[in-house]
């Protein structure tokens, strides 16, 4: 029964979008261990706040073999080159107060575990803030330096170097207490649909995941692997940027990064990938 909702649902999503030949194809039963050392869960039971899935999946395991290739050895993976990148800004002086990221933090492996947590509550601001918010804030006001643009090259490379740092980590980002309402507006956001397409997130992720819609397959949008070097466009990818892609792709007037639509999107989508591992950067289609 449950098989043959999907593949109404894969029907109606085909339809919508235009596309015809769509195919199930689930994930694959490959696992991800990088470097040859650092194991990643790429399967897990969903949390229990995920009413219609049980079961959550890395996007690694919707690849092709050629693309998971790239990300299992660090060396071939060329979303590392901004790591390196934002390792050299981690040691840079910048601003007027003398400081550097290392002057507070030490070396960047200082950081392990902070990606697994975010988004998350900032007490003193009052707000639940992403990566992104948070190394505005020390630049701005730690640095005295000029803040990020948010999905600029350099912002993307010093998330992709706090993800890299906690891969392997089971992502735990807390949803209760003072981050519910935010939460609460992010699940909001995912169930509604949205554009010309009338398309919601959960439309592809979960309602149509596996599914194979011409060369595209449908994952369950996890964004645990972000930043994620896309082959599409050659780049490292924040997760907010992917997010005004998909809602443009609805024929939508979107949403922009940083916005308090986005930042609420990506603290629930980020809740739904409770137990997968930190795997940034990440390399997909």
């Given at each position: 029964?449950?098989?043959?909702?999907?593949?109404?649902?894969?029907?109606?999503?085909?339809?919508?979008?235009?596309?015809?030949?769509?195919?199930?194809?689930?994930?694959?039963?490959?696992?991800?261990?990088?470097?040859?050392?650092?194991?990643?869960?790429?399967?897990?039971?969903?949390?229990?706040?995920?009413?219609?899935?049980?079961?959550?999946?890395?996007?690694?395991?919707?690849?092709?073999?050629?693309?998971?290739?790239?990300?299992?050895?660090?060396?071939?993976?060329?979303?590392?080159?901004?790591?390196?990148?934002?390792?050299?800004?981690?040691?840079?002086?910048?601003?007027?107060?003398?400081?550097?990221?290392?002057?507070?933090?030490?070396?960047?492996?200082?950081?392990?575990?902070?990606?697994?947590?975010?988004?998350?509550?900032?007490?003193?601001?009052?707000?639940?803030?992403?990566?992104?918010?948070?190394?505005?804030?020390?630049?701005?006001?730690?640095?005295?330096?000029?803040?990020?643009?948010?999905?600029?090259?350099?912002?993307?490379?010093?998330?992709?170097?706090?993800?890299?740092?906690?891969?392997?980590?089971?992502?735990?980002?807390?949803?209760?207490?003072?981050?519910?309402?935010?939460?609460?507006?992010?699940?909001?956001?995912?169930?509604?649909?949205?554009?010309?397409?009338?398309?919601?997130?959960?439309?592809?992720?979960?309602?149509?995941?596996?599914?194979?819609?011409?060369?595209?397959?449908?994952?369950?949008?996890?964004?645990?692997?972000?930043?994620?070097?896309?082959?599409?466009?050659?780049?490292?990818?924040?997760?907010?940027a992917r997010f005004k892609g998909c809602v443009r792709d609805t024929r939508a007037e979107t949403f922009s990064p940083g916005s308090p639509e986005f930042v609420?999107?990506?603290?629930?989508?980020?809740s739904r990938g409770n137990g997968l591992s930190v795997e940034g950067p990440s390399v997909r289609n």
């Amino acid at each position: 029964m449950k098989k043959a909702h999907r593949i109404l649902g894969m029907a109606a999503l085909a339809a919508a979008t235009g596309i015809a030949g769509a195919a199930i194809a689930g994930p694959d039963e490959d696992q991800l261990v990088v470097n040859g050392e650092i194991e990643m869960v790429t399967e897990t039971d969903a949390p229990e706040h995920m009413e219609n899935v049980r079961t959550i999946y890395s996007g690694w395991r919707f690849r092709s073999d050629e693309t998971q290739a790239f990300q299992m050895d660090d060396f071939d993976n060329p979303g590392m080159l901004g790591v390196e990148q934002a390792e050299e800004a981690w040691n840079t002086v910048e601003g007027s107060e003398g400081n550097s990221c290392a002057s507070c933090h030490e070396g960047s492996d200082s950081m392990a575990g902070v990606r697994a947590v975010y988004p998350k509550w900032n007490e003193a601001a009052g707000e639940v803030r992403t990566l992104e918010m948070q190394v505005n804030d020390c630049r701005e006001n730690q640095m005295g330096a000029e803040t990020w643009g948010y999905t600029s090259g350099d912002m993307v490379n010093m998330v992709a170097l706090l993800s890299s740092v906690s891969r392997g980590m089971p992502v735990n980002v807390a949803i209760d207490g003072p981050a519910q309402e935010t939460w609460e507006q992010g699940k909001e956001i995912y169930y509604t649909r949205y554009g010309q397409l009338e398309l919601s997130c959960a439309n592809c992720h979960e309602d149509n995941y596996g599914m194979m819609i011409r060369a595209d397959h449908l994952s369950q949008g996890q964004i645990n692997g972000f930043p994620t070097y896309r082959l599409k466009n050659t780049k490292l990818n924040g997760v907010q940027a992917r997010f005004k892609g998909c809602v443009r792709d609805t024929r939508a007037e979107t949403f922009s990064p940083g916005s308090p639509e986005f930042v609420a999107l990506e603290l629930y989508v980020a809740s739904r990938g409770n137990g997968l591992s930190v795997e940034g950067p990440s390399v997909r289609n």
